[in-house]
């Protein structure tokens, strides 16, 4: 059974930072890309940013709302991959889960159907 547990959501303002990180456990974090996805109210879930497996690091892909704003790391050693957001904006305001897709990318990383495990989401909110 794997468990993907987020954390870091918050309050904050427009132009403010916040970084989530999501912790795996359940199976070897080895060989398993993962993602981050994100929820507004009444909208569908939608790609965020995708690191691959690997031993140093990963390749790491975004979407275009959140390039050179956002950046997707992971940690091997401790199992857990983080969202560093920066520049946050109102249209930010989300639900945020991490995702984990049982092989190691990159084909169909910007799907949630390529993702098996999925988190409990964090709730970011950016007021203006």
């Known amino acids: 059974q794997v468990q993907l547990v987020e954390s870091g959501g918050g309050l904050v303002q427009a132009g403010d930072s916040l970084r989530l990180s999501c912790a795996a456990s359940?199976?070897?974090?080895?060989?398993?890309?993962m993602g981050w996805f994100r929820q507004a109210p009444g909208k569908e879930r939608e790609f965020v940013a995708a690191i691959t497996w690997s031993w140093s690091g990963g390749s790491t892909y975004y979407a275009d709302s959140v390039k050179g704003r956002f950046t997707i790391s992971r940690d091997n050693a401790k199992n857990t991959v983080a969202l560093q957001m920066n520049s946050l904006k109102p249209e930010d305001t989300a639900v945020y889960y991490c995702?984990?897709?049982?092989?190691?990318?990159?084909?169909?990383?910007?799907?949630?159907?390529?993702?098996?495990?999925w988190g409990q989401g964090t709730q970011v909110t950016v007021s203006s």
């Open positions: 995702a984990l897709d049982s092989g190691p990318g990159p084909v169909g990383l910007r799907q949630r159907e390529t993702y098996d495990y």
């Open positions: 359940g199976r070897t974090f080895s060989s398993a890309a």
